[in-house]
């Protein structure tokens, strides 16, 4: 039948996202995806584009599938701190749960490509709109609820916990622990609660 793949199209994507997750874009090479995916080169090009058009799929993958799917909880209308707190663990076991990521592919391709790329660099800052949206959400309630006691703007908390979301990879990616990640987390919330 023609036009149809002889390959999962979603997964061999998936495949890309953790290579470029692991290894960044630049070392990874198109012989390294094209393992790693289970296709031909030429499926790569005719499928995906260019190495450039396939990392932009697998960056929307990753802040549309797994990272908005760790956001939902803090972009629920109630959400207050205890959610903030959920949402930044339940970030920093995915770091962990691909084996050898060990950070945030958004925050790996932030640091690697955004100065240089414009694409990359409006994809994240959309996203990162989207973190500090749902974070003013939770942070306002959570004020509201009393589970925040203090006399700081709200724009200030989310600023800090945005350092936080957006730190915590970088930490991790230089060698902290899971545990040593969670304990700066539960410091962050305990200092709102002061």
């Given at each position: 039948m023609?036009?149809?793949?002889?390959?999962?199209?979603?997964?061999?994507?998936?495949?890309?996202?953790?290579?470029?997750?692991?290894q960044g874009y630049e070392a990874s090479s198109i012989p390294d995806l094209v393992d790693a995916m289970q296709i031909g080169r030429?499926?790569?090009?005719?499928?995906?584009?260019?190495?450039?058009?396939?990392?932009?799929a697998a960056l929307k993958l990753y802040c549309e599938v797994y990272a908005a799917?760790?956001?939902?909880?803090?972009?629920?209308?109630?959400a207050s701190l205890g959610d903030v707190q959920k949402y930044l663990?339940?970030?920093?076991?995915?770091?962990?749960?691909?084996?050898?990521?060990?950070?945030?592919f958004m925050v790996n391709g932030t640091l690697e490509l955004a100065q240089r790329?414009?694409?990359?660099?409006?994809?994240?800052?959309?996203?990162q709109q989207r973190i500090e949206r749902a974070l003013t959400n939770a942070v306002k309630n959570a004020i509201a609820s009393g589970?925040?006691?203090?006399?700081?703007?709200?724009?200030?908390?989310?600023?800090?916990?945005m350092t936080v979301t957006l730190g915590l990879p970088v930490y991790i990616k230089g060698g902290a622990s899971q545990r040593a990640a969670n304990e700066a987390i539960s410091t962050t919330i305990e200092s709102l609660q002061s």
């Open positions: 023609a036009g149809k793949k002889a390959f999962d199209v979603e997964e061999a994507l998936r495949r890309a996202m953790v290579v470029f997750w692991m030429q499926s790569l090009y005719d499928t995906f584009g260019t190495k450039h058009d396939l990392y932009l799917g760790l956001l939902k909880s803090v972009e629920a209308p109630g663990q339940a970030n920093v076991a995915s770091y962990f749960a691909e084996p050898g990521a060990r950070s945030c790329n414009d694409e990359v660099a409006r994809y994240v800052a959309h996203f589970e925040i006691r203090s006399d700081e703007p709200v724009r200030t908390i989310v600023r800090r916990l």
